[in-house]
């Protein structure tokens, strides 16, 4: 063999006896999530929604906005 690096997914194959991805066939999951992880985005965060409510208590001009939108 010669001193090039093997590609990641032989090195692990080669390590662990089955692919990375999980299709070594006996219905276990996967070993690493290598496809389409989970999504994290939260819509709201009380840090921000509190840091924005006393921005606006600060600020004349926000203020004034947030009572054209009510």
Do not use: C, F
Not at 26 to 37: I, M, S
Not at 41 to 63: F, M, S, Y
């Amino acid at each position: 063999m010669t001193n090039r690096a093997l590609p990641p997914g032989l090195r692990y194959l080669l390590d662990h006896h089955h692919a990375a991805d999980g299709s070594h066939g006996d219905n276990t999951e996967p070993t690493q999530h290598l496809v389409n992880p989970r999504a994290e985005n939260p819509t709201t965060h009380p840090a921000v929604e509190g840091w924005i409510k006393a921005r606006v208590q600060a600020d004349a001009q926000l203020r004034r906005a947030k009572e054209k939108d009510q």
